[in-house]
C-alpha cells in the first residue's frame, strides 16, 4: 500500500468513525470535546454533523484554517496534561462524544498523550457518551465498540463511556 492509500484509508476511518460516534450519541445530551483541532478539519466536520451541539477544542498552539477556530471561549489551550485535568471546570455539562486526534511522527510523545487522554477524559464524559481516537485508550471506564464496516481494526478506534 503507498503511503497515500494508507493516508486516504486513515481519513475515511476518521470520518467513517465520527459518523458513526455522532448516530449512536444522538439521543445523549451534552457538548462534544475535540482534542487536538490541527489543521481544524475534523472540528468543521463535527460542526457540520453535529450543527446544534456546542464544540469544546482542546489545543497548546493554534494554526487551523481560520474559518476552522474556535471562539475563545471554545478553545481551551494549553498542554494536555494540564488542560484536561482542569477542563471540568470550563465544560458546562459531561460530553456526549469525544475525539482524540493527538497522534504525531513522535512515537513517545503520542504514547504519552494517550495515557493522559485515557486516565483524565473519562470524567469528563456522560454514561453512554462515545469516544473516536487515531490511538488506542486504555481505561476500564472506556468499552471498545464495533468500528463501522470497512474499517480495519487498529486503524481507528471507538469506545463507549461505561
Ligand atoms: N484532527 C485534526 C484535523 O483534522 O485537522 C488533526 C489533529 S493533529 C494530528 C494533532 C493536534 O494535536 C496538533 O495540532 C497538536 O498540536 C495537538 N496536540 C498534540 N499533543 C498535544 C498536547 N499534549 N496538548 C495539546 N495539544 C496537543
Redesign the pocket.
Known amino acids: 500500500m503507498s503511503r497515500l492509500d494508507s493516508f486516504i484509508r486513515r481519513l475515511t476511518a476518521q470520518r467513517a468513525c465520527l459518523d458513526r460516534a455522532a448516530e449512536i450519541i444522538r439521543d445523549l445530551d451534552g457538548p462534544v470535546l475535540e482534542l487536538?483541532?490541527?489543521?481544524?478539519?475534523?472540528y468543521d466536520h463535527l460542526r457540520s454533523i453535529l450543527p446544534d451541539r456546542e464544540i469544546f477544542v482542546?489545543?497548546?498552539?493554534v494554526?487551523a484554517h481560520p474559518d476552522c477556530i474556535p471562539d475563545d471561549a471554545h478553545l481551551i489551550s494549553g498542554?494536555?496534561?494540564e488542560t484536561l485535568p482542569r477542563a471540568a471546570e470550563r465544560i458546562p455539562a459531561p460530553a456526549a462524544l469525544a475525539h482524540a486526534?493527538?497522534?504525531?511522527g513522535d512515537a513517545e510523545a503520542t504514547a504519552r498523550?494517550a495515557a493522559r487522554v485515557a486516565a483524565a477524559l473519562p470524567v469528563l464524559l456522560a454514561p453512554g457518551a462515545v469516544v473516536a481516537a487515531d490511538q488506542p485508550l486504555d481505561d476500564p471506564r472506556l468499552r471498545p465498540i464495533d468500528l463501522p464496516e470497512g474499517v480495519a481494526p487498529g486503524r481507528y478506534h471507538l469506545y463507549l463511556r461505561v
Request: net charge neutral; hydrophobic share 30%; aromatic share 4%.
Open positions: 487536538g483541532l490541527g489543521n481544524g478539519r475534523t482542546f489545543e497548546r498552539k494554526a498542554d494536555l496534561a486526534d493527538i497522534g504525531s498523550n
